[in-house]
C-alpha cells in the first residue's frame, strides 16, 4: 500500500550525502603507536579485530568492534547488533533500535566488562540499548553458545559489552566529537563526547585513570496511522445492507491518526581507575552512568467504530468483503439457546469469516486527545575489584552494584466531536475505503451537515483529564570469585573455578488521576461558547494542529483538527486543576510489588587440547545455581473483608486519594507474600577442531536457564467486585530451561576475509501457560462457605514446550589483491533463517500455528565499504521478514460460544460467546544507512551519516496484510560533525 517517500533538501542533508561515518584513514598512523609503527585502523582494522577475537574465543560468538575511540559503526548498540547473523532487533516508537532477540529469544543476558547490569525493562528482565550510550563501548561480543563460567539467565545468547580501560592507552589521550543531526520532521539536535585517559608510571606501579562521557539533545517526531480490527456489533452486522449473518464479520474497531513529537535528553558517563601493584596484580574501580529524559506531546484523533449502531443512511457505501475460512479449533461451538447447554454442539470442521475492507457507519462517537508524557530512565553501575595473574593460579575478585530506575509522569486531555455546525446534537459518522490503493487507509468523517467541521471549535465539547505518575526501580548487588589453575598438563591445560552472589530486587508503584470528568466552564462544556462567553479562561490554548499530519501520502484520513496546545507539561497541570478542581491523584493498589531474588552459583570448567589426527581444543564445565524468590504485594480485600492492618511499607498507603484531603484513610489494603526457591544443574561442553590452520570446525552443547519475568511472580490477587474471578501471580513459578545444541564452520581466508556458517537447535521447555483454581472465603460471615463463595483464580505456571532451529551464513571479504584504489574495497554479507513450533495458538483468521514473538523467519544483512586515501564510505542495508507481535483486542463473536473455563472450574458448565481477536504481525522490514568520513589532518576527521534513506515506514496487520493495522512515519536521521584525537 505504500509506495511514496520523502527527503527533504537541508543544508545537512547535503553535508550527508559527502561526509557520513566517522572513521580514520585505513593508513593513518594511531598516536598510541611505537616510533615508526603503523598502525591500520578505521573500517578495515574494526573488521580484523572482531575476526580475530571470533577465531580465538572458546565459544561461539561474533564481535563488533568500534572504528575508533567513541564510533561504534551505528547510531546505537542494538542497531551495531543487528549486523550479527542470528540477532533481530526491535524498534521503538521513535524508529530507533531498541530490544533485542539471539535466535529467536529474548530471555538473554547483558554484561558490561564482564559484570550483569539491572535490567532496564520494568515488568520484564529485557535491557533496552536506544537509552546507552554507544559512545561508551570500544566492543560487542555476542555469544551464542554456553560455557560454565558465563552468568546464568540467558536461553538465548549473552551481549558482553566492554568499555575502554586507561591503560590499554600507552600515552596521554584526549579524544572527542560534535556533530549535528536533524530529521525531516521537527528541529535539528546535537551530540558532544569526549574521552580522557592518562596512564602514569609511578614509585607504587602503574596508574592510569580514564573519564569518557557524552551529551546528545535528540528532536524526532513521529507521525501514523493505528488501526485494530475487531468483530461488528449485532445491530452494525443485522442491519448494514449486505453483509451476512451467517458468520461473524471483522471492521476496524478504533482508528488514531497522531502526531508525536519527543524531545531526548542523554548523559552517559564512564570513569576508570586503574593501578596496576605489580606485573602480576592489578586493582580497579569503574562507574558507569547513564540518563535519558524525554519528553512527547502527542496529538491523537481518535475514529470510535465499535458503537452498536447500524448504518444508517439511506444508502451506505457498498460494502467491501474478504472472506477467510479455517479448520475448526474444536473450542468453538454453535448454541440455539446458549443458556441451555443441551442446545450447543460442535462447531463442525471449518470456521469462515468476513473483513469489512470498506464501508459506512454513523453516529461513531468521535474525539480528540493531547498526551503529554514525561519520561525518564536512569541506569547506574559500580564496580570494584582486582587481579592476581600468577603462575600457576590466577584470582579474580570483582564486587558491583547497578540500578535501574524509570519514573513516568503522564497527563492527558480528551475533547469529543460530537455536534454539527447548526449547532444540533448529532455524532457524525465515518466511512473507509482499505482498498483504493492510496498510500494510507482512506477513513474520513461523514457530518450531517454534509461540510467537513474538524477545524470548528463549536464542534468539540470538553470531555477530561486522566493519567498516572509511577516509577519502577531494579537494584543488583553482586560479587564474583574466580580462579585459573594452568595445570601444566598436557591434555586438560587449565581448570576454572569460582563462585557468584547476587541480590537482584525490583519494585513498582503507581498513581492514577481521578475526579476529571464532565468537564465544563462557565456552565458549558462547547468549546465554541466557552472561547467566546469565557476566553480569559482558555485563552489560545485550543488550536489548528499544523502543519497537517502525514502530509504528502495520499489517503483521505483527517490531517487537522482542533487540539490543546501547551508549552510544557506544568502548563498542563496548572490548566487541568484550574478546569477540573476536583482532580486527585490515587493509589492503584492493584499495581505495586516488590520481589527480591537472591541467588548463588558456582562453576567449574575445564579447558583441554589434543589431537586425534586433527588438533582440537575445547572447554567442559557445569555451573550450580540455587535461587530464591521473595515477592510481596499488595491485595485488595476480598468483597466483605474488612483488614486493615499492614505489615511492609509497600502496602502502607495514608490515603487512597492523594490531593483529597476529603477522602478517608488508609484504605483497606494488605501485603500478600509468597516465596519459591529452586536448584538448576548446567552442564556446557564446546569443542573446536582444527581441520586446517585457517578452517576451524566447532561444536557446542549446553543447557541454559532464564528467569521469569517480574510481573509473573508478583503474588498479587485480584478479585472483581460482585465477581466469581480473579488473577493471581505466581512466585513459584520455575524459570525457562532449553538445550542447546550449536555447529560452526569457520574459514579465516586471511586476517580480514572470513566465510561462516552456523546451525542451532534449541529444545526449550517451563513456557507459562495459565492455570486456574478454586479459591474460597466466608464473603457474607455466615460461618460456612457457600457455593456462590468459591472464586475461580487463574496464575501463571510452567508447562509448555517448544524448539527453535536456524542457521546462519555470513561472509566478509576485503579485495586487498585488487591493483591501486581498487584494494580499498570490501563487503560483508549475512543471512539468517529461524523457525519455532510451540504451542502458541493459532491464528483467528487464517488458522495457522503462530510463532514466537518478534521472531523473523528471514533475516539478511548486506555492507559495501569503501577505505583509502583518508576517504572512508558505508552502505549498510538491513531486511527482516514480518514477525508476530502479539494478539490483538478481543471482541465477542456473534455466532460461536465456548465453555466459561472460570465456570467449568467450579462445576458448572456454561457457554459464553466465543472470543476472537486477530494476530497482530510487523510487516517486513528494510532499511538502508550510508556513512562517509574523511581524515581532513592527522587526528581530525569530518564525518555524516544518512540513517533510513529510504524512509521505511513500520507497518503492522492484523493476521493478512490487507487488514492494515499501523503506519508509522519517522523520518530519516542526517548527522554531520567532526571528530579529534590527540
Request: hydrophobic share 35%.
Amino acid at each position: 500500500m505504500i509506495s511514496t517517500h520523502r527527503v527533504r533538501t537541508s543544508i545537512i542533508a547535503i553535508a550527508a550525502s559527502s561526509f557520513a561515518s566517522p572513521a580514520l584513514a585505513q593508513d593513518a598512523t594511531d598516536p598510541n603507536a611505537g616510533e615508526g609503527e603503523i598502525v591500520v585502523s578505521g573500517i578495515r582494522q574494526s573488521l580484523e579485530d572482531a575476526l580475530n577475537t571470533k577465531k580465538n574465543n572458546n565459544k561461539i560468538s561474533d564481535v563488533i568492534s568500534a572504528e575508533d575511540i567513541g564510533k561504534l559503526p551505528d547510531l546505537n548498540v542494538a542497531e551495531a547488533m543487528q549486523r550479527v547473523t542470528g540477532v533481530q532487533i526491535g524498534r521503538d516508537e521513535t524508529g530507533a533500535g531498541s530490544n533485542f532477540q539471539i535466535r529467536g529469544l529474548s530471555n538473554n543476558n547483558v554484561e558490561v566488562n564482564g559484570r550483569q547490569i539491572a535490567s532496564n525493562g520494568g515488568d520484564t528482565r529485557s535491557n533496552s540499548f536506544n537509552t546507552l550510550g554507544s559512545q561508551l563501548f570500544k566492543e560487542i561480543e555476542v555469544v551464542k553458545s554456553q560455557t560454565a563460567d558465563l552468568i546464568e539467565g540467558s536461553i538465548g545468547g549473552t551481549v558482553k559489552l566492554k568499555t575502554y580501560r586507561p591503560l590499554d592507552f600507552r600515552k596521554f589521550t584526549i579524544s572527542g566529537q560534535a556533530q549535528v543531526s536533524d530529521t525531516e520532521l521537527t528541529k535539528p539536535g546535537y551530540l558532544f563526547s569526549g574521552l580522557i585517559a592518562k596512564p602514569f608510571d609511578t614509585g607504587m606501579g602503574r596508574i592510569g585513570i580514564l573519564l569518557n562521557g557524552a551529551y546528545e539533545r535528540r528532536n524526532v517526531t513521529a507521525e501514523g496511522v493505528a488501526v485494530d480490527w475487531r468483530v461488528m456489533q449485532s445491530q452494525q452486522q443485522t442491519k448494514y445492507p449486505g453483509i451476512s449473518t451467517t458468520y461473524s464479520t471483522f471492521r476496524p474497531g478504533q482508528v488514531l491518526v497522531e502526531r508525536r513529537p519527543f524531545e531526548f535528553d542523554q548523559i552517559s558517563l564512564d570513569g576508570m581507575v586503574q593501578w596496576e601493584a605489580t606485573p602480576n596484580l592489578e586493582f580497579f574501580v569503574q562507574g558507569t552512568y547513564s540518563q535519558y529524559d524525554r519528553d512527547r506531546a502527542q496529538n491523537r484523533f481518535i475514529y470510535v467504530l465499535t458503537s452498536n449502531n447500524s448504518a444508517g443512511v439511506t444508502s451506505p457505501q457498498a460494502p467491501v468483503l474478504s472472506t477467510y475460512t479455517r479448520p475448526a479449533f474444536g473450542t468453538e461451538f454453535t448454541c440455539t439457546n446458549p443458556s441451555q447447554p443441551a442446545t450447543c454442539a460442535s462447531a463442525g470442521s471449518t470456521v469462515s469469516r468476513d473483513l469489512l475492507l470498506a464501508g459506512e457507519l454513523t453516529r461513531t462517537p468521535d474525539r480528540t486527545a493531547a498526551n503529554f508524557e514525561q519520561y525518564k530512565e536512569t541506569q547506574q553501575a559500580y564496580a570494584g575489584g582486582f587481579k592476581y595473574t600468577g603462575s600457576p593460579i590466577q584470582v579474580e575478585f570483582q564486587y558491583s552494584y547497578s540500578k535501574a530506575r524509570v519514573d513516568r509522569d503522564a497527563l492527558n486531555h480528551a475533547l469529543n466531536l460530537t455536534t454539527g455546525l447548526a449547532g444540533t446534537l448529532s455524532q457524525p459518522g465515518a466511512r473507509w475505503d482499505f482498498t483504493d490503493g492510496a498510500d494510507l487507509p482512506s477513513i474520513s468523517l461523514v457530518f450531517p451537515t454534509g461540510a467537513r467541521e474538524e477545524d470548528n471549535p463549536s464542534a468539540y465539547t470538553l470531555n477530561n483529564f486522566s493519567g498516572q505518575l509511577g516509577y519502577s526501580v531494579n537494584t543488583q548487588n553482586a560479587a564474583a570469585l574466580d580462579f585459573d589453575w594452568d595445570t601444566g598438563a598436557n591434555f586438560v591445560r587449565n581448570i576454572a573455578f569460582g563462585m557468584r552472589w547476587s541480590e537482584n530486587n525490583i519494585r513498582r508503584f503507581q498513581q492514577r488521576i481521578g475526579g476529571a470528568g464532565g468537564l465544563t466552564i462557565g456552565g458549558t462544556n462547547n468549546l465554541g461558547t466557552i472561547q467566546q462567553n469565557s476566553p480569559d479562561a482558555v485563552g489560545d490554548i485550543y488550536q489548528l494542529l499544523t502543519p497537517p499530519v502525514l502530509d504528502g501520502y495520499t489517503g483521505d484520513i483527517v490531517r487537522q483538527w482542533i487540539v490543546p496546545v501547551f508549552d510544557q507539561r506544568q502548563d498542563l497541570n496548572d490548566y487541568a486543576r484550574a478546569t477540573a478542581p476536583g482532580l486527585y491523584y490515587f493509589i492503584d493498589p492493584y499495581y505495586p510489588y516488590d520481589i527480591t531474588e537472591n541467588v548463588f552459583a558456582g562453576y567449574v570448567m575445564a579447558d583441554f587440547e589434543g589431537n586425534l589426527g586433527v588438533p582440537f581444543t575445547g572447554n567442559a564445565g557445569v555451573r550450580l545455581v540455587e535461587t530464591s524468590v521473595k515477592g510481596y504485594a499488595c491485595t485488595l480485600p476480598v468483597p466483605g473483608d474488612t483488614i486493615t492492618a499492614f505489615g511492609r511499607e509497600l502496602c502502607h498507603f495514608d490515603s487512597l486519594q492523594q490531593g483529597n484531603p476529603g477522602t478517608p484513610g488508609p484504605i483497606p489494603v494488605t501485603d500478600n507474600v509468597d516465596s519459591n526457591s529452586y536448584f538448576k544443574i548446567l552442564p556446557s561442553a564446546n569443542i573446536t577442531f582444527s581441520l586446517q590452520p585457517d578452517l576451524l570446525l566447532r561444536l557446542a552443547a549446553s543447557r541454559a536457564m532464564s528467569r521469569p519475568n517480574p510481573s509473573d511472580l508478583a503474588p498479587s490477587r485480584d478479585i472483581a467486585q460482585g465477581g466469581t474471578t480473579g488473577r493471581q501471580g505466581n512466585p513459584r513459578l520455575q524459570p525457562f530451561e532449553s538445550d542447546n545444541f550449536d555447529v560452526s564452520l569457520e574459514w579465516y581466508v586471511n586476517r580480514s576475509t572470513a566465510f561462516t556458517a552456523a546451525a542451532f537447535l534449541k529444545k526449550v521447555r517451563n513456557f507459562t501457560e495459565l492455570e486456574r483454581f478454586i479459591f474460597s472465603f466466608d464473603e457474607d460471615n455466615s460461618g460456612t462457605i457457600d457455593d456462590d463463595e468459591d472464586f475461580s483464580i487463574t496464575r501463571p505456571v510452567n508447562g509448555g514446550s517448544g524448539t527453535i532451529k536456524g542457521f546462519e551464513l555470513n561472509a566478509q571479504v576485503t579485495f586487498d589483491f585488487l591493483p591501486g584504489f581498487l584494494d580499498g574495497l570490501g563487503f560483508s554479507a549475512n543471512y539468517t533463517y529461524t523457525d519455532s513450533s510451540q504451542n502458541s495458538g493459532f491464528d483467528e483468521l487464517t488458522g495457522e500455528q503462530l510463532p514466537i514473538p518478534g521472531l523473523s523467519k528471514h533475516a539478511y544483512n548486506l555492507v559495501a565499504f569503501y577505505e583509502k586515501y583518508g576517504l572512508s564510505l558505508r552502505a549498510a542495508y538491513n531486511w527482516r521478514s514480518r514477525n508476530y507481535e502479539g494478539g490483538g483486542p478481543g471482541s465477542n463473536d456473534l455466532r460461536l460460544y465456548s465453555v466459561d473455563q472460570d465456570q467449568l472450574a467450579l462445576g458448572r458448565t456454561v457457554y459464553i460467546p466465543y472470543s476472537a481477536a486477530l494476530s497482530n504481525f510487523n510487516a517486513p522490514y528494510a532499511q538502508l544507512d550510508l556513512s562517509a568520513s574523511y581524515q581532513i589532518v592527522k587526528g581530525v576527521t569530518v564525518f555524516g551519516q544518512w540513517q533510513n534513506v529510504n524512509n521505511e515506514l513500520k507497518t503492522q496487520y492484523y493476521s493478512v496484510p490487507e487488514a492494515l493495522g499501523n503506519v508509522t512515519d519517522t523520518g530519516s536521521i542526517m548527522r554531520a560533525g567532526i571528530r579529534f584525537r590527540f
